[in-house]
């Protein structure tokens, strides 16, 4: 297993940064929340965030990707965490995997790591075990597991990840 000195994490946006106003009945995508709870869980490796994008997942086009895939392979960390939106993280990863020579795990919130209850910090801890465990390639860690872009989607009216293909 290669040490993960330095973990890169690439924020894009998506439900986990999500701020709701219910007044408005609107939201937000908010600032990345993800540097937050790894500095409050004390965590042993360094990390440097790119704030990206803020964007739902719905509206990340083919440049978004290539931007994230041009950015990613400029940076020297061979382990890396990208945070998405869940509609369309499945499409991101298919892009990200021609990257080569760095592990990167893409993953999200189904609920806003600021609501209570949120699996943000549950989906952000299986992706930070995954991306120092894996061989290069680009993974999904969500709904507990580690899935290859291949062979997973969003079942969107169970709200979940599920095997496919
Ligand atoms: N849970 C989510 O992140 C869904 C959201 N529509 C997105 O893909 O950005």
Request: proline share 4%.
């Amino acid at each position: 297993m290669d040490t993960m000195d330095d973990l890169l994490i690439v924020t894009t946006g998506g439900t986990i940064d999500k701020i709701y106003f219910d007044a408005k009945s609107d939201y937000q995508v908010g600032d990345p929340q993800i540097g937050r709870i790894l500095s409050a869980l004390g965590v042993a490796f360094r990390f440097h965030v790119i704030p990206l994008l803020r964007k739902d997942s719905l509206f990340i086009d083919g440049s978004d990707r290539e931007l994230m895939r041009a950015t990613i392979a400029a940076q020297a960390e061979r382990c890396v965490l990208v945070t998405h939106g869940t509609d369309s993280m499945v499409e991101t990863a298919k892009v990200l995997r021609t990257i080569p020579d760095k592990t990167i795990v893409l993953t999200g919130a189904l609920n806003p790591a600021r609501f209570e209850g949120s699996d943000a910090e549950f989906n952000i801890g299986c992706a930070v075990g995954a991306v120092q465990s894996l061989p290069p390639g680009a993974y999904i860690a969500m709904n507990g597991r580690i899935w290859d872009p291949a062979k997973v989607r969003k079942n969107v009216e169970a709200n979940r990840f599920e095997a496919a293909g």
